[in-house]
């Protein structure tokens, strides 16, 4: 992360916190993956800062703690410390509000995001194994069919929720739900009887 970088990475921050950005900005930091992994790590804690730090009021990106802790990011950035320090700041605040219970991963597609294409390709697989042997057709075709119907409103909400904070996610989910319809649509479509 060069110097510049540095320097435009804590502005952006500070200005956002202080309301005097504008919101574009704010989300095009967040949004954009960066080639240098240091600068990709910086913009990762920031876009996690609202599910590290959540704030109860929906005006607000995350809690006060959250703002200290942007600030603290910020000054680090200025202070020209070495990246090192940084990558510490910031994984020892991961490991500290991971004690605490989150809804949501941290970063990345994460389990939820996952979960959106790995449930309905179970789901598939249960209902044509369990069509191969008799005694187990019935229930396994029904609860198979089950998972993979119901993965679709899954992936679908992990998807518009994830959107604004999450874009790694959300993009993640949208294949799942793409996933679950078309397992969906099959099934309707050709439905298997035992």
Known sequence: MTSGERTAAAETIRAFLDGKGSP??????????????????????????????????????????GEVRLRELAALLDSRAPFNAIRSFMEEERHRAADEPTVMDATGPG????????????????VFLSALVPPLARIGVQAGSAVVYLSVPFAAAVAVLSWGK??????????????????????LANPIHP
């Open 24 to 65: 574009h900005d704010w989300d095009e930091f967040i949004s954009i993956r960066k080639k240098d992994l240091n600068h990709q790590l910086v913009r990762d804690f920031c876009a996690d800062s609202d599910l590290l730090y959540p704030s109860g009021d929906d005006r607000r990106w995350c809690g006060t703690e």
């Open 111 to 126: 389990k939820l995001g996952y979960a959106t294409i790995t449930l309905p390709v179970c789901g598939i697989c249960v």
């Open 166 to 187: 999450n874009r790694d996610r959300a993009w993640t989910a949208v294949g799942g739900l793409a996933t679950a319809g078309f397992f969906a649509w099959q099934l």
